[in-house]
């Protein structure tokens, strides 16, 4: 089966330091996309990567915060910026028409964020 | 705006028994439902979905039924066991597009 997998799968970053998260799917993709998931708390999405152009981010998200490039249809970054406390989080990719599953949503196994 | 409530927030069971989740949701337009199983410390797991067209679908122990009438969908855990155990997250899609909204979690306990 195709697998996504993410690096790195944790971390812990001092506050004001970048992290730059990688998706690596092993086969191509129509979609992919960026979530956090707060401790203890549900998905929210930051953004769609798209490729070969600039990410679309959601209401509450912007681009200096978490630039994000796809340069290809297996790969994406995320990069957490300036980081603070509250940036602690889960973050997650997901990515759509994987194998041949379109209109639905598989996700990689994320990348825990500890920021001091 | 778009939100999908989900309940309850915590489930515990006796293996074997069955285990129900229920999710409304407030976008007429959502036309697609899917169902993850997050483990701890792993990504969320798609274990079944449905779509606007349908009232029901089963696999396996799992199974779905969508109401649009009344905006809900359900997911139904027949003869549970404790690797049941995990949170459970709904999600439905923001009107006919690709984007999710996902609901609180369930945090279903199977005990043995």
């Known amino acids: 089966s195709a697998v996504i997998s993410q690096k790195p799968s944790r971390d812990i970053c001092q506050r004001g330091t970048s992290l730059t998260i990688q998706c690596q799917v092993d086969?191509?993709?129509?979609?992919m996309f960026w979530y956090r998931q707060q401790p203890g708390q549900s998905l929210t999405l930051i953004a769609t990567?798209?490729?070969?152009?600039?990410?679309?981010?959601e209401s509450g998200f912007v681009i200096d915060k978490f630039p994000i490039s796809r340069p290809n249809l297996t790969f994406s970054t995320l990069t957490v910026s300036n980081m603070s406390p509250e940036d602690s989080s889960i973050y997650l990719c997901?990515?759509?028409?994987?194998?041949?599953?379109?209109?639905?949503?598989?996700f990689g196994p994320g990348t825990r964020l500890t920021v001091l | 705006g778009e939100n999908v409530e989900q309940h309850p927030s915590t489930l515990s069971v006796q293996e074997g028994d069955s285990a129900v989740i229920k999710c409304t949701y407030s976008?007429?337009?959502?036309?697609?439902f899917p169902w993850y199983k997050q483990e701890l410390g792993k990504g969320p797991q798609l274990i079944i979905d449905?779509?606007?067209?349908?009232g029901e679908k089963k696999d396996q122990r799992i199974a779905v039924t969508l109401n649009k009438t009344a905006k809900h969908f359900s997911l139904h855990i027949t003869e549970t066991q404790p690797e049941d155990s995990a949170v459970y997250f709904c999600a439905a899609s923001r009107g006919s597009s690709y984007k999710l909204i996902f609901g609180s979690g369930t945090r279903l306990l199977v005990r043995p």
């Open positions: 976008d007429s337009a959502s036309n697609y």
């Open positions: 990567a798209n490729q070969g152009s600039e990410a679309t981010y």
């Open positions: 086969s191509q993709v129509t979609m």
């Open positions: 997901s990515v759509d028409g994987l194998a041949g599953h379109y209109n639905e949503q598989f």
């Open positions: 449905i779509r606007s067209n349908v």
